[in-house]
């Protein structure tokens, strides 16, 4: 018998650690809401990156003032912490509502990820427009749900996983996502953001095809293994709608092969040409010849991105890649030559990552500093190879908790303990010492939310560059030049780090215990070791990744977490601006001595303003 309509509520979770700052537009659960409500369902929507204030008194509103039944959220493996505040916020609000959760953290261990969720009462396994539909469906009607392909659930104690759902074939078929649903022209309106190491602005997020036909061995693909297109008259008519509706700025492709049928990418660069619009989009090495360039050159691509990883071809193998560092070599000189901007990384780590590997990556790095290629640790993230090795080597033995502390890093690789300290020196390092800086730099507004504006001149062409609202502390960031492209990292003006010095020698001064710092990262590292404040003993240096705590500065120890216990401390200052919400709710967790938790980005303004 036909129950009565369900009222449903899809959160988009709050990843900002103040409303205003950017952020990655949820294209997955917009979708989700697109296509719920265009099969008739009464769907309401929320996106707390634009809601301020108490997360639980905002879903309290919306979940009475809507009658809300059913919720439903999501995310990946790393945001763990931000989708369980949502679930078991809404058990606490209304405890006969259902929980419902999708994205990578489900589809990558089912059983794993909903045991660590605790609150969720359903996950979506792969990607979610059918699956809902077809949940939302029982729900309302009182259906078995063991039919459903794609689910995970929780029967009388038990967790149940039900077959895999096959990928949905004509990605055409969907609607587009439900930009209004989640505050697409607010989300607009933000101050500029970094996206893989690209500054820009009102950047509209777009998907061409879905999944990848590689398996590279750090990688999972949340929407299934087989690689699908969707027609580029589709992705073409759904830019000029958005363009035309909302007046976007840039265009990031977030495909995972973007140029493997080169037509297809000339196609393209002839519409975003003639709709004025910056763009960039992720490219494979081995898809780059001359015609290709020659098709980017002087058009509106604003960045090539590339998943380059090793410059050592052991390495390369291991991880899967299908390249060799020749390719690497040759895409990347095309386009330097080019005057197109490029980003990339090397992650370090590898299983069969040693010491000389590592070093002949670094040395390569340091040999092509022009090209600003970011360095980090390779992360262990659940459904990836790595993942499973690490599983298999008892190097993580409760996958659950392991979800629940943020997915840290952790020693994979044939180096010792001492060498992976030595290495992770090297690595956050090297952009400061031997990276490209900007020349003349001058600051023309410093913000309490860790945006600068400044001006300098380029080190390729020597131009003036004026560059605004640029996020401090945010991964490997650079700044392009607008003549000929040249990437710089991004500066930390003497005038800011003269501001974080004060606010750390006040904030000394008045704490009665010692004080944390949480985060070794490429700013952290020259923070630290440039401040002499820092070298004060009652100054501790904290990471959650097993490799950073190998690490010394100033002769000091990094120390894991469970120092905030054993060293009675209290305040915490987190160098990890995208990370607190995790490194909050870990924290309100297992260290509740802990009463004041300090986002490094307010320091970089004088204490009176902070």
Known sequence: ???????????????????????????????????????GFTVFTSNLNHISGNQNEAL????????????????????????????????????????????????????????????????????????????ATALENGLDVSIINGLVYKQDGNIIQTPKRR?????????????????????LKLPSVSINNMVTKRMAYMAGSRSCPYACSFCFHSTGRRYRQRS?????????????????????????????????????????????????????????TPELIDGLKGSTCAAMMFGLESADNKILKSMRKGIKIEQIENALKLAYDANIPTAGNFIFGDIEETAETANNTLT????????????????????????????????????????????????????????LGTLCTRIFEAPYKTGKRVDDVRVHQIQPTGHISFSGKCTKCGSENDWNDIKLFVG????????CGQKHNVPIPSEVMQNISKNIEHLLDTSSTRVAMWGLTYYSLRIFSDIPIFQDDRVVLIDNARAKQQMRIHEKSIHSPQALTDLDIETVVVFYPNSIKQIESIIDKHYRRVNRIIDISTFICEPEFC
């Open 60 to 135: 309290k509103q919306l979940i009475e003032e809507h009658d809300i039944d059913v919720i439903g959220t999501g995310g990946l493996s790393f945001q763990y912490s931000t989708v369980f505040d949502i679930v078991k916020s809404s058990k606490q609000i209304k405890p006969a509502i259902i929980t419902i959760v999708g994205g990578g953290m489900i589809t990558a261990e089912p059983d794993v990820a909903l045991e660590a969720l605790e609150y969720a009462d359903y996950g979506i396994i792969g990607e979610g427009e059918l699956s809902s539909i077809e949940l």
């Open 364 to 419: 390569w790095w340091e040999n092509h500093t022009d090209y600003n290629i970011g360095l980090n640790l390779i992360n262990t993230y659940p459904g990836a190879r790595i993942y499973k090795y690490a599983c298999e080597q008892n190097l993580i033995t409760d996958r659950a908790q392991f979800l629940k502390d943020g997915c840290p890093q952790i020693n994979i690789s044939k180096l010792s303990e001492n060498e």
């Open 167 to 187: 990928e949905i074939e004509d990605l055409d078929a969907l609607p587009w996502p439900d930009y209004d649903g989640f505050n697409f022209n607010e989300y």
């Open 476 to 483: 490997n960031s650079w700044v392009p030049c607008t003549t």
């Open 232 to 288: 580029m008259d589709k992705v073409l008519e759904e830019i000029s709608y958005v363009k035309e509706k909302y007046d976007i700025g840039f265009v990031y492709m977030v495909d995972e092969l973007f140029a493997r049928d080169q037509e297809r990418v000339f196609a393209f660069i002839e519409k975003m040409d003639e709709l004025a619009i910056p763009w960039s989009a992720s490219f494979r090495v081995d898809d780059v």
């Open 1 to 39: 018998m036909k129950q009565r309509k369900l009222n449903f509520l899809l959160v988009s979770p709050r990843i900002v650690q103040t409303t205003g700052d950017g952020y990655a537009f949820p294209l997955g659960i917009a979708y989700v809401s697109a296509s719920l409500k265009a099969a």
